[in-house]
């Protein structure tokens, strides 16, 4: 097998989160929402517009999910990037509404891409990807669809390039224990939700068609079961204020308890219900200062256990009616923030990058309730820099009563964590702290934390590739793709 010649990656920071991030969006397909905000275009999954990235690029190859993830992880990795760790985030209006046929069809694609790719593949195939060329080397997808989940899962556990972990996008509404199930069967680990507001008038007016109780019922099944949750927040909604916002924000790390957010400011686009109610005076967007103001506020409040991934979404400036949002929103905020003596303390602004292994480092637990049960944020940090974080889960009786047949009662491991640059399976790189025992140790000390509370066992949320991983420290498969271990 051809080994990955060492080159300094182009765009360093797309692998330097620990993981290599592959998107790709799914066909388009209408949504039932009817939010004021939000664009249709019959080219594209309802929401999206054809000019963002990677919508680009899923629309060359014709939203084929295996042409996609295949192209994805050759050119990533013809830039220099490992794509042994492969994180899969399945964009593209509400995944629940797609027909359970297409959603299997599109899992199946993505691991059939990941079991075929290797470096020897990569040096025999040039760019751009087409079914010609895939079948002048025999590979085609027909050949993976007849085969059973399963069997493409379990595959995929010794691939060069295995799911660390996969997401799709929902709406509060959509998630409930049977939806949950499915996700599971799918191997999904983490949920993007648009929650958008805490304040239900603003939901209403902006006709999302859900409530803040539905939020707040939605992220307490997704945490019972070991979701990750990533909440989309949407300031300068129609009938928002920059106050409202703040309060609304405050709502959701309290009671939504996210782990990843998205700030996306309110984009006014043309062919939206919200650019008439423009036109006609009766909305109004934030100025910049206003913004920058306010997300600063945000990111105050945020605590260390959060990630804002995110506080811009890529949509193209010609696009932007109105005031337009500058793309480096994220720069200038910081650099407001700076001039204020102030400074974000999110897991972003924190994570190790392009770290070599520190000769020590301690491991602190920071515990935080939310109404189902104790969250405990386990972290590995060097002085101010976070090398790595175990997610446990603690539930009481009510979010005991939330876990699906396989784990209920189950303490979970919600997510590990190991940042900096992606080091290849079994190997320590210069620049990473990967693969140094920091993930074990997190592990060892959810576990103990896990024991003295009381609860027998330990369940995570294992994704597909990983799974050799944790068999190694004693956990076993069980339904619904979890890992499960017994506490002694
Ligand atoms: S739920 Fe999402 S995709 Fe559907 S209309 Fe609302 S914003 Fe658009």
């Given at each position: ?5 060492i ?7 797309r692998?330097a989160?620990?993981v ?6 799914t066909k ?9 905000f ?20 899923s629309?060359?190859?014709k ?12 050119v ?8 042994n760790?492969a994180e899969?985030?399945?964009?593209g209006?509400t ?11 599109v899992i ?21 990807i087409t079914?010609?060329?895939l079948?002048?080397l025999?590979?085609?997808l027909?050949?993976?669809l007849?085969l059973?989940?399963e069997?493409?899962y379990?595959k995929n556990?010794?691939?060069y ?6 997401s799709?996008?929902e ?6 224990l ?10 999904v680990?983490?949920?993007q ?12 007016i ?14 307490n ?7 990750k949750?990533n909440?989309h ?6 009938g ?6 703040f309060e ?7 009671l ?15 062919n939206?219900?919200?650019?008439r ?10 100025t910049?200062?206003e913004?920058?103001e ?6 105050l409040i ?5 990630r ?6 890529d949509?193209?400036?010609?696009y ?26 999110c897991i972003?602004?924190?994570q190790?990058?392009f ?5 020590t ?12 049960g104790d ?6 940090e ?5 090398l790595?974080f175990v ?23 919600r ?11 079994g ?21 103990k934390?896990?024991r003295q ?8 949320i ?11 420290l ?7 793709n ?7």
């Amino acid at each position: 097998m051809a080994k990955q010649t060492i080159k300094k990656p182009k765009k360093p920071i797309r692998s330097a989160s620990g993981v290599t991030v592959i998107t790709l969006l799914t066909k388009p397909y209408p949504c039932p929402g009817r939010c004021i905000f939000c664009p249709t275009y019959s080219n594209m999954p309802k929401s999206y517009i054809a000019d963002e990235p990677s919508a680009q690029r899923s629309l060359a190859l014709k939203f084929n999910p295996f042409l996609i993830t295949l192209a994805r992880l050759l050119v990533l990795f013809k830039n220099g990037h490992n794509v042994n760790k492969a994180e899969i985030i399945i964009n593209g209006g509400t995944w629940s509404y797609y027909p359970g046929q297409y959603k299997t069809y599109v899992i199946k694609s993505i691991f059939a891409a990941l079991n075929t790719f290797t470096p020897d593949l990569s040096q025999k195939l040039d760019l751009p990807i087409t079914k010609n060329k895939l079948r002048r080397l025999n590979v085609s997808l027909k050949q993976f669809l007849s085969l059973s989940l399963e069997k493409l899962y379990s595959k995929n556990t010794t691939a060069y390039s295995r799911a660390v972990g996969i997401s799709v996008e929902e709406r509060p509404d959509t998630i409930k224990l049977k939806t949950l199930k499915s996700l599971r069967k799918h191997g999904v680990t983490k949920v993007q939700v648009g929650f958008q507001s805490m304040d239900d008038m603003i939901l209403r007016i902006n006709k999302r068609d859900h409530t803040v109780a539905d939020n707040i019922r939605a992220a307490n099944l997704l945490r019972a079961n070991g979701f990750k949750i990533n909440a989309h927040f949407m300031p300068n909604l129609y009938g928002a204020t920059p106050e409202k916002d703040f309060e609304s924000y405050r709502k959701l790390i309290t009671l939504i308890a996210p782990d990843e957010v998205k700030i996306y400011p309110t984009v006014l686009l043309k062919n939206t219900r919200l650019y008439r109610l423009y036109l006609q005076g009766k909305y109004k967007q934030y100025t910049e200062p206003e913004l920058i103001e306010l997300i600063a506020k945000l990111k105050l409040i945020t605590p260390y256990w959060v990630r804002i991934n995110r506080i811009f979404r890529d949509i193209p400036t010609p696009y932007m009616q109105g005031i337009k949002i500058k793309s480096n929103l994220r720069e200038i905020v910081r650099e407001y923030m700076h001039s204020q003596g102030q400074k974000c303390r999110c897991i972003r602004c924190r994570q190790a990058m392009f770290l070599s292994p520190p000769k020590t480092y301690s491991i602190k637990v920071y515990k935080y309730s939310s109404q189902i049960g104790d969250n405990y944020f386990i972290a590995a940090e060097e002085s101010d820099k976070l090398l790595g974080f175990v997610r446990l889960f603690l539930p009481n009786l009510h979010g005991k009563a939330l876990q699906l047949s396989p784990i209920r009662g189950h303490a979970m491991i919600r997510e590990v964590h190991v940042y900096s640059q992606v080091s290849p399976f079994g190997k320590r790189e210069k620049f990473s702290v990967q693969h140094t025992g920091i993930g074990k140790s997190l592990i060892r000390k959810a576990e103990k934390i896990s024991r003295q509370e009381g609860y027998r066992r330990l369940s995570v949320i294992a994704a597909i590739g990983t799974r050799l991983y944790y068999e190694k420290l004693g956990y076993q498969l069980t339904d619904l793709n979890y890992m499960s271990k017994q506490l002694e």
